[in-house]
């Protein structure tokens, strides 16, 4: 079994069964994988052969060193934004190949979620890896690079993206871009948008999250 390249909280089966099912969470900017972790807590009753699995992102975050960062974004200049995260999708293209080793499973039985920037990295990686997984969740995020995406595109996951109206740290028009672009794509998404909500996951996120997962992994 390969180390892992990041360091993970892994939520085992609560089956106790080999994992027949992998879902990988990714935190926001300044968070860490026992952060995200709550929401592996919540689903894992109902999918009990699922091994949920969160890393923490590669670099300490620069202005939270308790927490950690997919990419740096102290600089607002989208070509230097662009190539940092091109490094932290490498390495989360990386533990996603690791996990599909150690646990002997395929990327259809694999789903990506991601809050904030773990949004933005899991759908830069989802969509661009050559393996198709079979699902993407990703709360309160962004495409990073419109053009970069499009030129570099390789699979077709399921989608649903959810985005609160009221949030103030990624704009919701991040939403309703990505759902044109995909679309043009020809990528079909799914798309929530929750009244009175910031920037978090609320319960009805939560919840929905949980359905697709199950429609798509079960």
Known sequence: ???YNLEVTTINPLSKNKPRQAIVLCHGYGGDGKDISALAINWQRFLPDA???CPNAPEVCSINPQGYQWFDLSSEKEEIILEKSLIAEEKLNLFLDQVFDNLQLTPKDLALVGFSQGCM???QTGIKKKQQINCLIGYS???INQKHLSDNFNSKPKIFLMHGENDTIVSPT???EAKEYFKKLGINVKTKMFKNCEHRIPVEGSSLGLSFLKKNLL
Do not use: A, D, E, P
């Open 1 to 3: 079994m390969t180390n």
């Open 141 to 143: 995020g962004k495409v």
């Open 174 to 176: 991040h939403l309703l």
């Open 51 to 53: 091994i949920f699995l």
């Open 121 to 123: 990295i899991s759908i």
